[in-house]
């Protein structure tokens, strides 16, 4: 019953280097999303996809881009990381209608940029 | 834009205390409400949701009821335990777009035996 996975669980970057996280969920959900975790500020949406080849930017895109060629995996890419992106990243997924469904959320990704 | 506002913690209580944590929120429409709790080191989980007025959301001893003419959606629970010791987040989605979801700042419960 894996649900929403994220990968990795830990990262440490130096700055200007590139990543992608990954996100796999295997409950058949049409939408995904990334968010961020800062201490005192909740999470903040950073782009979500309402299906496959559909993506849209969130509360604070700057920095970040996203793919989701298969509906099951929707990846958050850092093109330069910069210690500012220092954060805890989560991964959600919710079936089609989010309004009336609820999302389930990945262990997180915890990165560092040096 | 939506927002959501949470009461400033971080809470402590005894054990078997009553618990409120204030939510109130800002959007056009009618959202849909939820409350999430987060334990160290995981992800968030559902805690209870409501999807209109008046609605009464339950689970685990906690409630939240969804009210519109005030804005809120406040969490209580009539005795707390050690194990309830989390961080809380209320979020909102709108109805006009399900993929931009909005969550509080967070509020963070100890419990103490």
């Known amino acids: 019953n894996a649900g929403v996975t994220q990968t990795p669980k830990f990262q440490v970057l130096k700055t200007g280097q590139s990543m992608t996280l990954q996100c796999a969920q295997d409950?058949?959900?049409?939408?995904m999303s990334w968010y961020r975790q800062d201490p005192g500020m909740g999470l903040r949406l950073i782009h979500y996809?309402?299906?496959?080849?559909?993506?849209d930017q969130g509360e604070v895109p700057n920095g970040y881009n996203v793919s989701r060629l298969k509906k099951q995996n929707f990846l958050l890419g850092l093109e330069s990381a910069a210690p500012s992106q220092t954060s805890v990243y989560f991964c959600?997924?919710?079936?089609?209608?989010?309004?009336?469904?609820?999302?389930?959320f990945g262990q997180g990704t915890r990165l560092t940029v040096v | 834009g939506n927002s959501v506002t949470q009461m400033e913690g971080p809470v402590t209580l005894s054990e078997e205390a009553f618990l409120t944590i204030n939510c109130t929120y800002t959007?056009?429409?009618?959202?849909?409400l939820f409350w999430y709790v987060q334990y160290p080191g995981e992800g968030l989980q559902l805690l209870l949701k409501?999807?209109?007025?008046?609605d009464k959301g339950s689970n685990k001893g906690f409630e939240a009821t969804y009210r519109k003419e005030t804005t809120s959606f406040h969490l209580e629970k009539g005795s707390v335990q050690v194990s309830d010791s989390a961080v809380y987040f209320c979020?909102?989605?709108?109805?006009?777009?399900?993929?931009?979801?909005?969550f509080g700042d967070g509020t963070t419960l100890t419990v103490k035996p």
């Open positions: 959600a997924s919710s079936s089609l209608g989010g309004a009336r469904s609820e999302a389930f």
């Open positions: 409950m058949n959900h049409e939408y």
């Open positions: 996809s309402v299906g496959a080849g559909i993506t």
């Open positions: 959007a056009t429409g009618y959202p849909s």
């Open positions: 409501a999807t209109k007025a008046d």
């Open positions: 979020a909102l989605i709108p109805n006009t777009n399900a993929g931009k979801s909005t």
